[in-house]
C-alpha cells in the first residue's frame, strides 16, 4: 500500500464514521425530543387540571352551600306527599290552585306553600276586585336548588 491509498482509506473512514455518528445524532435526537416533549405534555395535563379544580372550588360559594343546606333541611322536613307535590311543580312550572291542593289545610299544596317553597299569582281581570284563576309554582330562586336536590347531576 502507498502513502495515496492510506490517506485515502483514513479520509473515507473518518467522512464514514463522521457520516454514521451524525446520521445516530439525527435518530437520538428526535427520540430525545419525543421524550421533552411528553415531559411537557405531562406537566402541561397536571396544571390544566389543577386549574379546572381552582375554577371549580371558585364557583361554588359559601352563601349558595348554606342557602342549599337550609332548603335541603327544608325539603326533608316536607312529607312525602309534600316532595311529591314539589317535583311535579317542578315538571309543570305553574299550576291552577284547582289542580293542586292548596286550600285544603291537610294538603301538601299548603304545606309547600306555608313552607315558602310556593309563589302565588292571581288573575284579576276587569277593574282587579274579582280573583278569577289563581297560580301556584316553584319560586324561581329555589328552582335550580330544588332542581338539584330531587335529580342531582352526576357530577
Not at 104 to 112: A, S, T, Y
Request: with cysteine.
Amino acid at each position: 500500500m502507498n502513502a495515496g491509498d492510506v490517506i485515502m482509506n483514513g479520509a473515507a473512514g473518518a467522512i464514514i464514521a463522521f457520516l454514521g455518528s451524525f446520521v445516530i445524532s439525527l435518530v437520538r435526537a428526535t427520540s430525545l425530543l419525543d421524550n421533552d416533549r411528553d415531559g411537557e405534555h405531562v406537566e402541561a395535563q397536571l396544571t390544566i387540571k389543577a386549574q379546572a379544580a381552582r375554577i371549580e372550588a371558585l364557583r361554588i360559594k359559601p352563601f349558595d352551600q348554606k342557602q342549599e343546606l337550609l332548603w335541603r333541611e327544608k325539603v326533608e322536613a316536607l312529607s312525602e306527599n309534600g316532595r311529591e307535590m314539589l317535583k311535579f311543580l317542578l315538571q309543570h312550572h305553574e299550576m291552577e290552585e284547582r289542580s293542586i291542593p292548596v286550600t285544603d289545610p291537610h294538603g301538601q299544596g299548603r304545606e309547600c306553600f306555608n313552607r315558602g317553597f310556593l309563589d302565588r299569582r292571581e288573575d284579576r281581570p276587569g277593574n282587579g276586585t274579582v280573583i278569577w284563576n289563581t297560580y301556584y309554582k316553584v319560586k324561581d330562586a329555589l328552582r335550580t336548588i330544588l332542581e338539584e336536590i330531587f335529580y342531582p347531576s352526576s357530577s
